[in-house]
């Protein structure tokens, strides 16, 4: 039904990549309707290609039946590839197996070994995080790694505000239309715990989660399912900074995400404090389910918890602190467009 039609591709946005590109897909045809020009849809992320996915969503839309609109959206991912793989340089390749695209310049043998991570992977998080993780039902699994920090860096940079401190990261999940995961390169046994680690967020995504619950199941899946996930820090000593880091105000910014992406000590302490909250609370499986399945980021999951699992977040963060309960650490959502 569906068909590649290549020629040179149009000069677009990303003139420089653009202008770099050999004979390439040009277009997704189909048997009924308009096609989609690539060229149309194509933008500019640092230098590299994007496509526009609302556009992309929005020509899908039109498409007869849903076969029809989850074939084409998959083709649209792999033509993005196809192009990024181009403007990446001539060692990159992009190769499939099962659910996943990987667009890499690994070693063939590595490549290989890592889709063949990814295709088990996604399996056992579908059974460890039963009933609360779901593989999409459009597209792929996509995966990029970068050659070094550099441009993984320049591609990330994208996603984020121009002004502003950001923590560093080693991968991370990207939604912005078009769900993938970016890591760089390094061993495999270096990347399986970002992989699981960001898959999970992947499969997660379909639910309105507070971050800190979506990162304390990825930080979980990744310890349970990876040994390359190491050690766990001194615990002593990690209780006593948690002590001297958070107080009623900064417990906020954990409720509201915003303590993730800040520097210094707060991205540390607010994934490990995200870990132990859903190690304690996930003890009881099937109440965690239906808490998971209601929580929503509006109120930092604080009403799920108290109907699922008739739990107080605040109290118990402060159980877990060894404090006194007070009613400023619970989540507070008039206070959120102020925290820092």
Partial sequence: MFRWLTSLLVPNSAADTAARLPVAAAQIAMSQGEPLVLASVMQDANGLPLFDWSAVSEWVSHLPDTEDQAQAWSMAERAWFDHLSIALGPDFRVREYGTALLLSNLDPVVAKAML?????????????????????????????????????????????????????????????????????????????????????????????????????????????????????????????????????????????????????????????????????????????????????????????????????????VCALLDREPSPDWEPKPALWTSVE
């Fill in 116 to 316: 063949s991570y990814i295709d088990k992977s996604a399996q056992r998080i579908l059974q460890v995080l039963e009933g609360v993780a779901e593989i999409p039902l459009w597209g792929h699994d996509l995966v990029i790694v970068f050659q070094d920090k550099e441009s993984y860096y320049r591609y990330v940079a994208h996603y984020y505000p121009d002004e502003g401190e950001y923590a560093e990261s080693s991968g991370m999940y990207i939604q912005a239309g078009c769900g993938h995961f970016v890591t760089m390169a390094d061993s495999l046994q270096a990347l399986e715990p970002v992989i699981v680690h960001e898959l999970t967020h992947a499969y997660v995504h379909h639910l309105p989660l507070p971050t800190w619950l979506n990162e304390g199941l990825a930080v979980n899946t990744e310890q349970r399912l990876s040994p390359a996930a190491g050690m766990r820090p001194d615990l002593p000593k990690m209780h006593a900074r948690h002590q001297s880091f958070w107080n009623a105000e900064r417990i906020q910014s954990f409720w509201n995400g915003q303590s993730f992406s800040q520097t210094g000590d707060s991205t540390e302490l607010s994934y490990d404090l995200a870990r132990l909250l859903v190690a304690h609370l996930a003890a009881d499986w099937t109440a965690f389910r239906h808490f998971a399945l209601q929580a929503h980021q509006q109120d930092g999951g604080a009403h799920a918890a108290s109907d699922c699992l008739d739990i107080a977040l605040g109290a118990l």
